[in-house]
């Protein structure tokens, strides 16, 4: 990518695509594209067309998606596996219609079997049962890494995919019932502190394995594998460092300061017992994780405090 090259972030506005804008911005890229939901419906296949054939975007970093935690996933599963198929069916094929240069697709670690071995290898894809909760998300992004996949094999293009682990950091989501395990703990640890509440009520038996990544962090990773990467095998993203959500826990409510006990809600299920990455094919392309669990998750609280 060059400075002056066209670069399409589809989601922009969320936590992933909005870390990659500022990456890409404090580099000094010039002619980035972007467009708001209420400005282009990802979910139209009429609409993306025209934005293709009138702008003709160079590089497309898809971050756009339908996301949530494990009451989102469970809830609204009609609507996971539908907008989701929608947006990224339309993008890709839009990208190879109008002859992008290089298209990067981001997929999510619920790609992988809810059982398979520990770290989890890009080969273990379409190996084993998925998570129940979050089936319909994961199935329509393993359905963006075959669109990558079969683009490259029958029009030669440049797709590729990627898959996150689990990601925080500014511009993310804490709503009370939609959002991930982490800004959730934020947002209780912080209400709690303010409330002088005894105690935070945790699902689950705070026994599953959790692995951490800033956001920040993952919009370096895209941008220099969109530079250096160009195969057709996926690539995780990860920082290859896990830990218990009790452990988690404990590290949140001592950055926010909330001097109260930890219950878990063992009626409350707890997910998957383990999602690890395996990064050492990230590592041996030569980047590595700069942010640690403790200094992005105060990065994180910061963030938060400035939209309560």
């Not at 669990?293 to 105060?298: D, H, T």
Request: charged letters at 20%.
């Amino acid at each position: 990518m060059d400075l002056q090259s066209k670069i399409y972030i589809a989601g922009h506005r969320g936590m992933v695509g909005g870390a990659i804008k500022r990456y890409l911005e404090a580099r000094g890229y010039t002619n980035i594209l972007t467009r708001t939901s209420s400005e282009l419906d990802l979910r139209i296949q009429s609409e993306v067309n025209h934005f293709f054939a009138t702008e003709k975007p160079d590089y497309v970093f898809l971050a756009a998606a339908k996301v949530g935690g494990i009451v989102a996933n469970n809830t609204y599963r009609a609507d996971f596996i539908y907008e989701n198929l929608m947006i990224e069916a339309n993008i890709i094929h839009a990208a190879y219609q109008h002859q992008v240069t290089k298209l990067m697709f981001l997929g999510s670690s619920c790609i992988y079997p809810k059982l398979a071995p520990q770290p989890l290898k890009e080969e273990y894809l379409l190996t084993g049962l998925l998570e129940q909760t979050n089936e319909p998300y994961a199935i329509a992004k393993i359905a963006g890494i075959k669109l990558c996949e079969a683009y490259r094999d029958q029009y030669g293009c440049d797709f590729i995919s990627v898959m996150p682990t689990n990601l925080y950091g500014i511009g993310d989501n804490y709503h009370p019932q939609n959002s991930h395990v982490l800004p959730a703990l934020i947002r209780k640890f912080h209400e709690a502190k303010e409330q002088g509440l005894a105690s935070v009520n945790i699902w689950g038996t705070g026994s599953p394995m959790r692995e951490f990544l800033y956001a920040d962090d993952l919009a370096e990773a895209c941008c220099f594998l969109m530079e250096n990467y160009s195969e057709k095998e996926l690539v995780n993203i990860g920082t290859g460092e896990d830990l218990t959500i009790k452990d988690l826990a404990i590290l949140v409510k001592e950055i926010i300061g909330f001097e109260g006990d930890l219950a878990f809600d063992t009626t409350k299920p707890d997910g998957t017992p383990r999602k690890l990455m395996d990064v050492s094919k990230l590592h041996a392309l030569g980047w590595k994780h700069r942010t640690s669990l403790q200094e992005g998750v105060s990065l994180a609280y910061q963030d938060f405090l400035t939209k309560i």
